[in-house]
């Protein structure tokens, strides 16, 4: 199971930690970071390796989101600064990949809203 958390209102240029708490089936390879806003497909955002660490960013998010996990490998942190208002979007977490396609990912939490006022 995968339980996101963390969302909230924030105005621009502010800062957020999402948190995604892993539990029941363990992690093999990775786990990532998705986001909907309204009227548009899902998109990645970040995922990370289990194994050793290794971390991809889309563009419109690198060098302002860090995707990280904790030690005992329970959860997977989203840190958002310099959020901007085109980063509102309900934001998902999800295992098992790295890769940055939707479809390699097979398990998903619920969501956690994110709005960035202007």
């Known amino acids: 199971q995968l339980q996101a958390s963390g969302g909230g209102l924030v105005q621009a240029g502010g800062s957020l930690r999402l948190s995604c708490a892993v539990s029941?089936?363990?992690?093999?390879?990775?786990a990532g970071w998705f986001r909907q806003a309204p009227g548009k497909d899902r998109e990645f955002v970040s995922s990370i390796s289990w194994s050793d660490g290794d971390t991809r960013y889309a563009d419109s998010v690198k060098g302002r989101f860090t995707i990280s996990r904790d030690n005992a490998k329970t959860t997977v942190y989203l840190q958002m600064n310099r959020l901007k208002p085109e980063d509102t979007a309900l934001y998902y977490c999800?295992?098992?990949?790295?890769?940055?396609?939707?479809?390699?990912?097979?398990?998903w939490g619920r969501g956690t809203q994110v709005t960035v006022s202007s």
């Open positions: 029941g089936r363990p992690i093999r390879y990775g």
């Open positions: 999800a295992a098992d990949s790295l890769l940055p396609s939707e479809p390699m990912y097979h398990y």
